[in-house]
Each structure stands twice: as C-alpha cells, then as structure tokens.
C-alpha cells in the first residue's frame, strides 16, 4: 500500500507552475508570526515578486494577524488563522480568517503619533501600515467567521 | 528566531547602549519594552538602541520607540535608533518616525548629540 | 482599550526563560513541511542544543508529520496537525497529534532495501528513520485522535 | 524553499547531470523523481546528482534513489551522488545507502566510473 499511496501523492502533489495561491492555517500563537512571515516571503519568492514589494507585504500580513491573535483571540492560543495568498496577473491578495470575537473596524481611530509620545501610551499603528501598504483592506464578518481580505496592485 | 537577544551597555557619561538581535514583532516585544523600562527605573534616559542585527520589526515593536521616547526626553534624555537595516529603517519611515527619531549610522555622533557635546 | 489589552499581553507573553516547550498547529498540507523543520530548528536554537541532534531530530519530525499527511490524511490539506515539544533535564519530547485515519503500527514491516531496490519500489524508510534516530516512538488512538510521542535522550 | 529547482545537463558519453537546488521532502520528492523518469524514457542511464545546493532530505528525498538505481543498473548505468552536505550524507549513513551508493567530491571521477573509462 505505502507503494500504491505514493504513486497518487505523486500525481496530485505535483507542484502546478502555473497556480499561484498557497494555504497555511495556523494556532493563534504570537509565537509562531515568524512562520507565518517565513510563509509569506516564501509565496513570494516563489513567484519572483520584486524584493521592495516583499518587506512591505511581510508586515501587512504580520500586522493582520498579530491584531488577530491579540485582539480577536485575546492572545489565547487555541484559536486557528487560516491565511491564503493568491497571486493574479495584476495583484496578491491575502484572505485571513479567523473564528475569533467579531472585529468592527470603523471603532478605530486613526493614530496621534504625536499625542502617543506625549502620553507615553501606543496603538492604532497596526492598522494604519496596513492600509498605508495595501490597495484594499476589507473586513466582513459572516457566520461567525472574520474575513480580511488584503490585496496590493502590482505594478511591474 | 531562537536567537531573540537584548544586551545593555553603559557607555560614557550617562549614555546606555542596548543592542538587539533577531526580530522586533508582536511576540519579542514585550522584552525590549521590559529593558526600556528597567532602565527607566534606574534613571538611565540617555539611550542609544543599536538596530544592526534587527531583521525585522513590526508596529508593535515600533511601538516600543513611540512609547519610551516621550519620558526619556522629559527627562533630559533621548532615545537615538543607529544602523537600522533598510527594512527596518522603510517601517519608521512608513509610521512617518523618522522625523521624530534620531537616526544615524554614527555611535560616536550618537553618543554626542545625548550628552550634548 | 488597544493599551490595556497591550498591558494584558505583555504580561502573559512575556518570554519564560526557564520553560522550553513550545507548540504549533499547522494544516496538513506536504507544502508546509518546510515550516514544521523551521518550527524545531527554532526550539532547539532556543535551547542551544548541540548542532548534531538538530538534523536528526528535525528528520525524524519531519517523517511524523509527511506520514500523518500522507497517510492518515490521505494527502488532503483540510486536517490538522498538532506538535508540541518539551524538553526536560535529560530528554526533548515530541508529541504529536492528528485527527485522521487511525494508525496500527504493527502492520509496517522494516524495509529491506536491497529487495527495494531490485524490485524499484520504495516505503517505510520514513518509520525506520524515525526509530533509529529517537530512544522512544509510542503510537496511541483514542477518542478519534492519533497521538505519536517521540522521545530522545540527551547525554550533553 | 520558494527556490527549489532542478536542472539536467547532458555531459559527454552519454552520461548526464542532475542539479539539485533547495530540499528534497514529501513535498518536492515527486518533481525530482519525475526528471529521472523522464530521463529513463529518454534512455538516460548514467546519472550524475549534484547535492551541493541540497539543504536536507528526508526519507522521500532518499526513496527516489532507491527507486531508480535498480533501473539504471539492469540498463548499464547507475546512479552517482557527488557533494552532498554533511547533513544529507548523515541521512544516506542512517538508511545504510553509503554502501550502496557512490558518493564522491568529484566530479571527473564520478563521470570516469560511469564510462567506464
Ligand atoms: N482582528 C481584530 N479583532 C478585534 N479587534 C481588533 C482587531 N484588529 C484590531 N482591533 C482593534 O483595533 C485596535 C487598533 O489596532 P492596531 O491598529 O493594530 O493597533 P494595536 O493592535 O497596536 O492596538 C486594537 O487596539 C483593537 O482594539
Ligand atoms: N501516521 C500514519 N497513519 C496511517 N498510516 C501510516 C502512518 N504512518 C505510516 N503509515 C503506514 O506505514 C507505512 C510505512 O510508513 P513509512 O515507513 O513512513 O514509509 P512510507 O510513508 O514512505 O511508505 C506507510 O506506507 C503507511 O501505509
């Protein structure tokens, strides 16, 4: 059987050269962001993006789901991410969900970056790089599950 | 990671030195806060944070930055990031801090613009 | 809100220098293997293991982890993998969990290699590699759950 | 990964080579057993395997070796490995294929042994 089963593992695992979407789902553990950034300019290797998009997509996506493990998660670690890239002829997307406490983003307020000094307190900063990098943030929340959908032009 | 590290120097005249290996996110955080804070405690505002071997940093380590630098400066301090890897420097310009922080590539230069000299 | 929960995080997450375990959960897609190799090679980093154990142990996970997706998972990326490391004074410890196909070990024979090779087929290499390199390789079932515990002394 | 690439070149007398980039799993075992097949259908027989730029192998990695030097020797050629790490000649040692295997530095004699010459 372990003959049999490879064979077909060899058949359907054959990497597609021209499909580029990938998949991790991962526990919501602020731990494990360096895999999640590992896995993110992995994708982007694989797909020869430019090295000056790779920085920047990195720490959208570390942003999304740091926010998600400390806020919709509440830093527990029993939740699940489940992050897919896919990468069109003019765009990457990132489509992160989670089954966490529903986020409503219109509660948050731009960030005061001289009013934060001032009062030694910080935050806000998550969000604001995230829409500063990408062209579309969008959220919804649907059957008790939170989409962020996360899409950046390319322009190559 | 696995080598997430802060090392604090005292320097000359007041001046302490941290340097940080590995990455700044939502999960080192929380240490180099902790260092920052220690430090407070025992007076030491004058700080130099050398960024060489940072990889990476997130909001929430720029964060960090954002929080401290206001009592360092209420208190005759400063905080002054040095050698910073490109794109670590692309975040602080990025949340528009490279106005607000002293960046340079210069220890030295560094050290006298803390101890104003 | 944004500070005091920062506050909050800040105290659970900070670092225990003292406590070497650590956990991931991960789809189970052969895709992601990389990233479960990462995952220990971190931790053993973390516990500055000598540089020799880490390629075994890092092979011997690996063969868990391909086996439980190929295997108990029949190479579909919808299941769930779940590892965990410990390591105590004298050991470092695996346990690994999977919610596929129950596994009877006693049904794997030891490979003959010579035989594999005249008749150009090739399996169970990856459960031999497993028990040559670990001091214990334990598999239970129970309640719908693989459980596969990996044990390897340490004489430093 | 993000980089894992396998390239063939046909040196002289028949003999060819196969370049290996990156690691060989469960995951990329398959593309790599897919350039050997094709090389069997094309007649190749006399391999030679660059592993300088394999980073790790696993079982999988190792089985594509076992499952095709049977072949290549009932044909009069056989399969070499030249410059492996010292990480992945450790996985050929636990399997006990060092003594089934040629494994050498170089190149000449690798290429020497499967001509024969
Ligand atoms: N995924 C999320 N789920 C629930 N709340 C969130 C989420 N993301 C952000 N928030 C809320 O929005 C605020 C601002 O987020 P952000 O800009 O990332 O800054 P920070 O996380 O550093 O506070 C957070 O403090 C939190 O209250
Ligand atoms: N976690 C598992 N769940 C179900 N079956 C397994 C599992 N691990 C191994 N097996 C079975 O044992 C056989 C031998 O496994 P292994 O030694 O890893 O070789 P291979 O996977 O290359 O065939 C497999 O072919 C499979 O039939």
């Known amino acids: 059987m372990g003959d049999d089963s490879r064979e077909n593992t060899l058949r359907k695992q054959e990497p597609d050269k021209n499909k580029h979407h990938d998949r991790l789902t991962i526990s919501s553990d602020l731990k494990l962001l360096y895999l999640v950034r590992q896995f993110v300019v992995n994708f982007m290797r694989q797909i020869a993006l430019p090295a000056d998009y790779e920085n920047r997509i990195v720490l959208a996506v570390d942003e999304a789901v740091s926010n998600i493990i400390e806020h919709a998660y509440e830093s527990k670690a029993d939740g699940y991410i489940d992050i897919q890239i896919t990468r069109d002829k003019k765009q990457i997307s990132f489509s992160i969900t989670d089954w966490g406490k529903p986020f409503n983003p219109n509660k948050v307020k731009k960030p005061d970056i001289a009013k934060s000094i001032k009062s030694g307190t910080k935050g806000g900063l998550g969000i604001f790089l995230m829409k500063q990098i990408m062209d579309e943030v969008k959220y919804t929340f649907k059957s008790g599950q939170n989409h962020l959908y996360l899409v950046k032009y390319l322009t190559l | ?117």
């Open chain 2, 1 to 117: 990671m696995g080598d997430f590290q802060i090392n604090t120097q005292k320097l000359s005249e007041g001046v302490t030195s941290i340097s940080i290996k590995g990455f700044l996110d939502a999960y080192t955080y929380s240490e180099f806060e902790q260092t920052i804070n220690n430090l407070f405690n025992q007076k030491q505002y004058k700080l130099v944070v050398d960024m060489s071997n940072v990889d990476y940093i997130s909001s929430a380590g720029a964060g960090v930055f954002i929080g401290a630098i206001g009592l360092a400066q209420e208190n005759n301090g400063n905080i002054i990031i040095i050698r910073p890897k490109p794109g670590v420097k692309e975040v602080f310009d990025l949340l528009g801090l490279s106005q607000i922080f002293t960046i340079t590539n210069n220890l030295e230069s560094a050290i006298k613009t803390l101890t104003g000299k």
